[in-house]
């Protein structure tokens, strides 16, 4: 069985950083596509980063571009996520997902959609105060 876990979240002021870590079972999740979505309290699920198995690739939600950093190191099967100049807007939980299935090769714009991942972990929280 596959198992992703994450750590590193907490709760900091507005302007500080955090690095999330996700630590996978097995090499089949590290040799794919690997994401990070978060919920907001009341919100729907959406999708932060995104990274290529070989790490080459990166895609990242308008609202996170030039702050947070998606890297992955296959040799540890490991993803992170360096956050920098928080904001209260970025408190949410967040989640790491992976996927043993091809069509982000194909179609690696579609990296948002839920549905392209089949593996989840349990999410760590992130608070932002002002």
């Known amino acids: 069985q596959v198992q992703l876990v994450e750590s590193g979240g907490g709760s900091v002021q507005a302007g500080g950083s955090l690095r999330l870590s996700c630590a996978a079972s097995?090499?089949?999740?590290?040799?794919?596509?690997m994401a990070w979505f978060r919920q907001p309290p009341g919100k729907e699920r959406e999708g932060v980063a995104a990274?290529?198995?070989?790490?080459?690739?990166?895609y990242y939600a308008d609202s996170v571009k030039g702050r947070f950093t998606i890297s992955r190191d296959n040799a540890k099967n490991t993803v992170y996520l360096q956050m920098n100049s928080l904001k209260p807007e970025d408190t949410a939980m967040y989640f790491c997902?992976?996927?043993?299935?091809?069509?982000?090769?194909?179609?690696?714009?579609?990296?948002?959609?839920?549905?392209?991942?089949?593996?989840w972990g349990q999410g760590t929280q992130v608070t932002v105060s002002s």
């Open positions: 997902a992976a996927t043993d299935r091809g069509g982000l090769w194909i179609m690696p714009w579609r990296w948002p959609e839920e549905s392209q991942y089949n593996y």
């Open positions: 097995g090499y089949i999740v590290s040799s794919n596509y």
């Open positions: 990274i290529s198995k070989a790490g080459g690739s990166t």
